[in-house]
C-alpha cells in the first residue's frame, strides 16, 4: 500500500472540512469511509471505480468506502471543496427497518456518483452542508453535539433530495467500454474463483492486454484490486458473530495464515485484533 492511502482513516465518526488548495498529482487510493464532496470550484475530473467524471461548480461527488478513486488535476486553478468523511458504522446506528441513511450512497453506485445541484431547487441543501461545516470547528457549549444534530440532519435532507429526484442532474461519465464491465463483474462476483486467465477468456480479451488496460484505469492490478475489496468485505464481517475461519474462507481466501497476513497488512492489525478492538469499544 502507498503512503497516500494509508492516511485514509478516520478517527471521528464523521468529519467536516472545507480546503481551497493547489493539489499536486494523487494516486488512485479508497478509504474505509464514506466521502461526500461539494465541488465549488477548480479545474477537475474525478475519476471512481473506472469512470471518469468532468467536474462542473455545485457537483456532489458521492465516493462509498472501498471505492477506488482519484481527482485528476486539469490546469492551474485551485481545488475548492466541502468534503464530509462518515464512518460507515455511525451511519448504521440511525439505520431503521424502513431507511437508511446510507441510501444516497446506494443509490450513488447504481447511478450516478457524481450529481449537480442546480440552482433554486438544492438552495436548502446547501444551505446546511455549509451550516454544517461553519460550526465543526466552533467551541461553544455543546458544539459536538450540536454538530451532530446538524449532521443527520443534513443526511436526512439530502436523501429526501435524491429520493423525491430534487437532485436528479446525472452526470455523464467518460469510461474503458472494455474495463468497466469486467470491473462490475469482479464486485458481483467478488467471493467467486477469480483468475486472470478466466477472466481473460470470459471477456474475450488477451490476458496482458487486459491487465495493463486495468492497472490504467484504476491504478491496481488486477489480483491486488480483488484481494483489497475481499479483505473490505471480510472487515465488515467481523463485526458479525461469525467464526473468523468461516470469514477466511467465505470470503476467498485459501488458508487462515494467508489472510490474516494480508489483513494486516492492509489495516495494521489480524482480523483478530480487529473484532477485540470492535468488542472494547462497543
Known amino acids: 500500500m502507498e503512503s497516500y492511502e494509508k492516511k485514509g482513516y478516520l478517527i471521528q ?3 467536516v472540512f472545507r480546503l481551497k488548495e493547489r493539489l499536486a498529482k494523487i494516486p488512485f487510493h479508497y478509504h474505509d469511509f464514506h466521502k461526500i464532496i461539494l465541488f465549488v470550484s477548480g479545474k477537475m475530473d ?3 471505480e473506472g469512470k471518469t467524471y468532468p467536474l462542473e461548480p455545485r457537483d456532489m461527488i458521492f465516493v462509498s468506502a472501498g471505492e477506488i478513486h482519484r481527482p485528476l488535476i486539469r490546469g492551474n486553478a485551485d481545488y475548492e471543496r466541502i468534503v464530509i468523511y462518515i464512518s460507515p458504522d455511525f451511519l448504521k446506528k440511525y439505520d431503521t427497518d424502513k431507511e437508511k441513511l446510507s441510501t444516497c450512497f446506494s443509490l ?4 450516478s456518483s457524481v450529481m449537480h445541484l442546480t440552482a433554486g431547487k438544492t438552495h436548502d441543501l446547501l444551505y446546511h452542508m455549509e451550516k454544517l461545516e461553519n460550526n465543526a470547528h466552533k467551541d461553544d457549549f455543546a458544539n459536538d453535539l450540536y454538530t451532530e444534530i446538524l449532521f443527520i440532519e443534513f443526511m436526512i435532507l439530502l436523501n429526501r433530495s ?3 429526484h430534487e437532485i436528479d442532474d446525472m452526470h455523464i461519465a467518460v469510461y474503458d467500454k472494455k474495463i468497466l464491465p469486467l470491473l462490475q ?3 458481483d462476483n467478488l467471493l467467486q474463483e477469480l483468475t486472470i486467465d478466466s477472466l481473460a477468456e470470459k471477456f474475450y480479451l488477451s490476458k496482458y492486454y487486459m491487465m495493463r488496460r486495468f492497472k490504467d484505469a484504476t491504478g491496481y492490478s488486477i489480483h491486488q484490486y480483488i484481494i483489497n475489496k475481499r479483505l473490505l468485505y471480510a472487515r465488515s464481517l467481523l463485526a458479525e458473530d461469525i467464526a473468523l475461519t468461516k470469514i477466511c474462507f467465505d470470503c476467498g481466501f485459501r488458508d ?3 489472510f490474516s ?3 494486516k497488512e492492509l489495516f495494521q492489525q489480524t482480523p483478530k485484533q480487529y473484532r477485540q478492538k470492535l468488542a472494547f469499544n462497543k
Open 108 to 111: 450513488a453506485r447504481t447511478t
Open 162 to 164: 435524491l429520493l423525491s
Open 261 to 263: 497476513r494480508a489483513f
Open 46 to 48: 474525478y475519476i471512481i
Open 13 to 15: 465518526q464523521f468529519k
Open 185 to 187: 463483474y469482479i464486485n
Open 256 to 258: 487462515y495464515s494467508t
